[in-house]
């Protein structure tokens, strides 16, 4: 019995020889723009993680006791939270992470609801950070720009 063949008649053998160099040539550049895309977006989930545990840190350290800016002189006042801005700063740079003393924002006077329904006075601080685009060609094809702004915020309860 002879063995069916899938060519057609009259057709010589090796017809598809560049068939997989052609699939290679469309699948690659999609594939490129796949990964550069994951790297870009994995960028922003770990500035992102470094930020939000900057402004965790700058919470803590300023809700202790030493850094009461309550009953303080304007001067004294802008001490403290200078003080507190660059706790946050030097945790960032630890992270590679360069941000300014104005990215940093500091409220000593949040009303916290604690069990009970009694409120407490806590610390909010905000960091917000503009992220640069590793690839910048990649933007025309992922929609980056609106959410390169990275922002944390944290709330502690003041221990004063």
Request: zero cysteines; glycine letters at 10%; charged letters at 15%.
């Amino acid at each position: 019995m002879k063995q069916a063949s899938n060519r057609l008649p009259g057709m010589k053998s090796g017809g598809q020889k560049g068939v997989a160099t052609v699939e290679l040539a469309i699948i690659l550049p999609m594939f490129g723009i796949l990964l550069l895309g994951i790297l870009e977006i994995g960028g922003m989930a770990r500035a992102h993680q470094a930020v939000q545990n900057g402004a965790r840190e700058g919470a803590r350290f300023a809700a202790m006791p030493i850094n009461n800016v309550l009953n303080l002189s304007a001067s004294a006042k802008t001490t403290v939270e200078n003080r507190i801005k660059d706790s946050v700063i030097a945790y960032l740079l630890n992270e590679s992470i360069a941000i300014t003393r104005a990215d940093v924002a500091l409220d000593q006077d949040v009303s916290i609801s604690v069990t009970g329904g009694d409120t407490v006075k806590g610390t909010r601080v905000t960091v917000t950070y503009t992220r640069p685009i590793l690839f910048p060609g990649i933007a025309r094809w992922i929609a980056l720009n609106s959410i390169r702004p990275v922002q944390g915020t944290a709330v502690f309860r003041n221990l004063y």
